[in-house]
C-alpha cells in the first residue's frame, strides 16, 4: 500500500490566528513516501499549512514565527505525535499539544478541526536506503 508520512518535528512554522482559526504556515517540509512493492522509500518537500478551525487556547501566547519542538495531535483515542499520514484531516474534538523552540510552556488547542493543506508540487530529494 502507498502512503506520504509528513515530518513536523522542527519544522518551522509562520503561525496567524484569525476568527478563532489557527493556521501554522511551513515550507519544505519533509514527505516520506513508500510505494508499493519499492525497495526504497523516496524523500519530498512540500510547503502549505496545519489549519486548526474553531480553536480555543488552554493557554495564552502571542503567535510568531518559530520552530515546532514538538506536536502531539489527539483524535478519539488516536494520538499523532510529530508526523501525519497525508492526506490529515480530522473533525470533531481534536486536542492539540504544541511545544514551540521559543515558547517555555506546552500550549494546549482545542479545536472542531484539524486538516493539512499542501501547496503546489511536491520536489523530490532523494531515495532513502534501507539502512537510513
Not at 21 to 45: Q, R
Request: aromatic share 10%; with cysteine.
Amino acid at each position: 500500500m502507498s502512503f506520504r508520512i509528513i515530518q513536523l518535528e522542527e519544522l518551522e512554522v509562520s503561525l496567524n490566528e484569525d476568527s478563532g482559526n489557527i493556521s501554522m504556515s511551513f515550507k519544505d517540509a519533509f514527505i516520506k513516501k513508500t510505494m508499493d512493492d519499492a525497495e526504497e522509500k523516496t524523500l519530498w518537500v512540500q510547503s502549505g499549512s496545519i489549519e486548526l478551525r474553531n480553536a480555543k487556547e488552554q493557554n495564552n501566547f502571542s503567535l510568531k514565527n518559530d520552530k515546532i519542538s514538538f506536536i502531539s495531535i489527539s483524535y478519539d483515542f488516536y494520538t499523532y505525535k510529530n508526523i501525519l499520514i497525508l492526506p490529515f484531516l480530522k473533525k470533531g474534538g481534536v486536542l492539540v499539544d504544541l511545544k514551540l523552540e521559543n515558547i517555555n510552556k506546552i500550549i494546549n488547542i482545542q479545536c472542531d478541526e484539524v486538516e493539512i493543506l499542501l501547496e503546489g508540487d511536491p520536489k523530490y530529494v532523494k531515495h532513502i536506503k534501507k539502512t537510513e
